[in-house]
């Protein structure tokens, strides 16, 4: 059984890119992630490999106004975080959201792989 502080622990870097994410901030966002990370479309799909490809990617994306991912669930097993979310986007049609499900595996304090299975964008 896994006790609440290393549950905590492990949940750490998942909430703080999280919040940085919000905040569109990608120098707070990028000291969450491990040099050599991996970001993948669920279940394979390599998107970005090692820090310097994830922040081109994000660099991107924050540029999109009303860019938010909200938390609606989120379960730690061991050192993997689950994370239900619904993210509000701009995407080339309009303001839409999107459910998504981001796994990540967390490694002395970074997030060393990232998985995300995204559902289908809803306009609103």
């Known amino acids: 059984m896994q006790d609440e502080s290393s549950a905590v622990n492990i949940e750490y870097p998942v909430q703080q890119q999280l919040d940085a994410y919000n905040a ?3 120098e ?10 991996r970001y ?3 279940p394979s799909t390599l998107l970005a490999d ?13 540029k999109e106004p009303g860019l938010h991912g ?3 669930k989120r ?3 061991g ?4 994370d239900q979310e619904i993210v509000q986007r701009t995407f080339p049609d309009g303001r839409g959201e999107v459910d998504v499900m981001a796994i990540y595996e967390v490694e002395a304090g970074k997030i060393v792989r990232a998985w995300f299975k995204l559902g289908t ?3 609103v």
């Open 70 to 72: 909200e938390l609606i």
């Open 28 to 37: 707070r966002f990028m000291q969450w992630w491990a040099d050599d990370c």
């Open 121 to 123: 964008p809803r306009m």
């Open 40 to 42: 993948y479309a669920f």
């Open 75 to 77: 379960i730690v097993v």
């Open 79 to 82: 050192n993997v975080v689950v």
């Open 50 to 62: 090692g820090a310097a490809q994830i922040r081109a990617r994000h660099v991107e994306r924050f």
């Open 24 to 26: 569109s901030d990608i």
